[in-house]
């Protein structure tokens, strides 16, 4: 049973005013005025002008924008540039994508390849190139009313689960233990539209009429839905990069259930969990920007094995490594 302590502490999570961000995040930077969620200078604190804008959700939370942006200014500088600065605009694939094309930001680091194609259709970018490669994992409460096995279910057959006992929970709520319920950020972002796939692919909408009570919507950004999953002792679809970002008293009240691992000779059949669960992240450069020329450099830097894709290997939280290159798809 959900206690009245735990009632509170979601009241006061669903009512928060926005999106928190860690305190790690804050360090060597500054929120802009024009809308940015933060403001990075490479460690020069003479820089002024801000000549790079980029868009994403979670590897801004967990800090890889930020780790890009410092990196990127410093290399720039050692090439005889003078200091400048980078914004970062919190928001998911779809959010990201539209400030692209409203020229708000100059490049959207996005999970999804068909609407980036859009994009670069439309003429609101004018190059995707993948960036790195996030995982998506399944997790939830250890308490595990929906019966997964870690052991001898596919991610299909989790869902199935997941199904079939928020139903049966639904139509008679247990008594000696927390019923099966779903967390979905609900939010057209990358997390969101994977999965609805994935529901999709077993022949179920759960957000559709009649609406499944078992399905609980919840539009946050992914550090927020994680908490909120948390809390609640409910199943969710999230990423290694903001389970890895997310503090201990979160992840340690949930299990994974399922992860994403990038192919390899002993794992690579296509359409199987680890297929399914990798979370691409590719760059699109917008048609209109600050700076043309630092902007297309950006791209350049970023795909290079020196420069973005350096920094990739070397991110990690506690020794762990949060994302893969992107010669690992």
């Known amino acids: 049973m959900v206690h009245l302590s735990t009632i509170l502490s979601l009241v006061a999570l669903v009512f928060q005013p926005g999106p928190a961000v860690s305190l790690e995040q804050h360090?060597?930077?500054s929120a802009s005025s024009d809308g940015a969620q933060e403001v990075y200078n490479g460690g020069f604190s003479n820089a002024q002008t801000v000549k790079l804008r980029i868009g994403n959700g979670g590897a801004g939370q967990s800090g890889l924008v930020k780790a890009f942006a410092d990196a990127y200014i410093q290399y720039s500088v050692g090439q005889g540039s003078s200091p400048f600065l980078v914004e970062w605009f919190l928001g998911d694939t779809t959010q990201s994508l539209a400030k692209l094309a409203s020229g708000a930001i100059d490049v959207a680091l996005t999970y999804n390849e068909a609407a980036e194609n859009a994009s670069i259709k439309s003429g609101a970018g004018v190059q995707r190139s993948l960036a790195f490669i996030d995982h998506f994992w399944l997790v939830g409460p250890p308490s595990n009313p929906a019966n997964?096995?870690?052991?001898?279910?596919?991610?299909?057959?989790?869902?199935?689960?997941l199904v079939t006992m928020g139903n049966a929970d639904q139509a008679v709520p247990p008594t000696d233990r927390v019923p099966t319920r779903f967390l979905s950020r609900y939010d057209k972002s990358a997390t969101n539209i994977k999965e609805s796939q994935l529901f999709i692919t077993i022949g179920q909408v759960p957000w559709a009429l009649a609406y499944s009570n078992w399905y609980h919507q919840y539009p946050r950004f992914?550090?927020?839905?994680?908490?909120?999953?948390?809390?609640?002792?409910?199943?969710t679809l999230t990423d290694k990069g903001t389970w890895l970002s997310s503090p201990s008293n979160v992840t340690s009240n949930l299990i994974v259930?399922?992860?994403?691992?990038?192919?390899s000779a002993s794992n690579s059949i296509p359409g199987d969990d680890t297929t399914i669960l990798l979370n691409p992240c590719a760059a699109v450069l917008g048609s209109q920007t600050l700076d043309n020329a630092v902007a297309k450099d950006f791209m350049k830097w970023l795909l290079s094995d020196d420069g973005g894709q350096k920094v990739v290997r070397g991110f990690k939280k506690n020794g762990v490594q949060l994302y893969a290159p992107a010669s690992k798809a």
């Open 27 to 29: 360090q060597n930077s």
């Open 148 to 161: 997964l096995s870690t052991v001898g279910d596919t991610v299909l057959d989790m869902f199935n689960k």
């Open 257 to 263: 259930y399922k992860q994403g691992l990038e192919p």
């Open 222 to 235: 992914p550090l927020q839905a994680l908490q909120g999953a948390s809390l609640l002792e409910e199943y």
